[in-house]
């Protein structure tokens, strides 16, 4: 069963981290696109980041030099490193995978896989 498992999301002060890992079961990453995308409450989702097969990473402005996606194909795992947090990042962040050939990825790639989402609520 292919499967998307999100974890490490909490609650956190702003200006704070949070170190967000998304793993796969059932299937191997090293041929998908990973995308991290995020939707607050009264909102629509939206792409937060993505990473090709090949590493390369593109980002949402509102995030650019504060998020920092990667991914550990040994691990069969892509981690999200989030730093200064603000409130406005508050949001379930689900991670999502494309098999893709492409040697980039981008935010609105209509991805085929799904996780469940972690909570992050960034608050003093």
């Given at each position: 069963q292919l499967q998307l498992v999100e974890s490490g999301g909490g609650l956190v002060q702003p200006g704070g981290s949070l170190r967000l890992?998304?793993?796969?079961?059932?299937?191997t990453l090293d041929y998908y696109a990973i995308g991290w995308f995020r939707q607050a409450p009264g909102k629509e989702r939206e792409g937060v980041s993505c990473i090709s097969r090949r590493g390369i990473t593109n980002y949402a402005d509102s995030v650019k030099g504060r998020f920092t996606i990667s991914r550990d194909n040994a691990k069969n795992t892509v981690f999200l490193q989030m730093n200064s947090l603000k409130p406005e990042d508050t949001a379930v962040y689900y991670c999502s995978a494309l098999a893709s050939v492409r040697p980039t990825c981008a935010l609105d790639d209509r991805m085929t896989y799904w996780g469940r989402g972690t909570l992050v609520t960034v608050s003093s």
């Open positions: 890992s998304c793993a796969a079961s059932g299937f």
